[in-house]
Nanobody, 120 residues
Framework: QVQLVESGGGSVQPGGSLRLSCAASGRIFNINTMGWFRQAPGKERELVATITGGGMTNYADSVKGRFTISRDYIKNTVYLQMNSLKPEDTAVYYC??????????????WGQGTQVTVSS
């Protein structure tokens, strides 16, 4: 069974930095796009950043220039380096991956979510 496990959330003051990690494990044949989404209280889940199997990246306008998504293809892990954090970045951050499993079945997988709080 495929799993995504996240780590790295926490509390930080405005202007600070955090690094999120998300590791995929299980019977994996191939991983296509991986990415990060976030959901603030009372708001819908929104895309933060994605990275394709070929390394192309995409960012929400609100995080461009501050966040960097990267990927370790050997470890099946995606990272989100978040710098210059703002209070409006406060949310639960979810990892997402489009994975083809060992049975060649393709599906969307989600991590359990990790809380990021930016506050003075």
């Amino acid at each position: 069974q495929v799993q995504l496990v996240e780590s790295g959330g926490g509390s930080v003051q405005p202007g600070g930095s955090l690094r999120l990690s998300c590791a995929a494990s299980g019977r994996i044949f191939n991983i296509n796009t991986m990415g990060w989404f976030r959901q603030a209280p009372g708001k819908e889940r929104e895309l933060v950043a994605t990275i394709t199997g070929g390394g192309m990246t995409n960012y929400a306008d609100s995080v461009k220039g501050r966040f960097t998504i990267s990927r370790d293809y050997i470890k099946n892990t995606v990272y989100l380096q978040m710098n210059s954090l703002k209070p409006e970045d406060t949310a639960v951050y979810y990892c997402n991956a489009k994975i083809v499993d060992g049975s060649r079945y393709r599906d969307d997988y989600w991590g359990q979510g990790t809380q990021v709080t930016v506050s003075s």
